[in-house]
């Protein structure tokens, strides 16, 4: 189990991170959101069907935690001096004329920017998406096609 625990640390902690700065925006709340997902882990006692199914059940476990978290009234009082606010300054495109992607993708509705950011960053397929997210396939694609539509207008405003 240590080393299966090991394993799955080293593989999952930078995806479960960079998930969690989108929810919380704060980097010690993302580092301890991250460590209770692994704490989660251990409390778990039966094993994965698959190497996906790790992946989606970790997924499902650190969205959740980062909404209780945001649900808290300890972070609805509190302000961090590690806030992340959206940055002043945009990093470009090669062509030097529309916003960075990523400043775009954060700027989305939860469910549009976990779906676009499991989907194009962690190249996780709709179906398991679905899972992580507790939806419908259908839904997850109508969260992707809705996020692609404001995504397009947003690039097209700051052209």
Known sequence: MKDDFERIVYEYSDNLFR?????????????D?????????????????NPEHEKAWLIRVCINLCKDH?????????VSENFLPPPSHREEIPDGTAPAILDCVRRLPDNQRTAVYLFYYMDMPVSRIAQAMNAKQNTVLSWLRRARKTLAKTIKEEF
Do not use: G, I
């Open 19 to 31: 998930l969690c700065m989108h929810y919380t925006k704060n980097t010690a709340d993302a580092e």
């Open 70 to 78: 945001l649900k808290s009234s300890w972070s609805k009082k509190v």
């Open 33 to 49: 959101t991250v460590q209770q997902t692994f704490l989660k882990l251990l409390e778990r006692s039966e094993p994965f069907e």
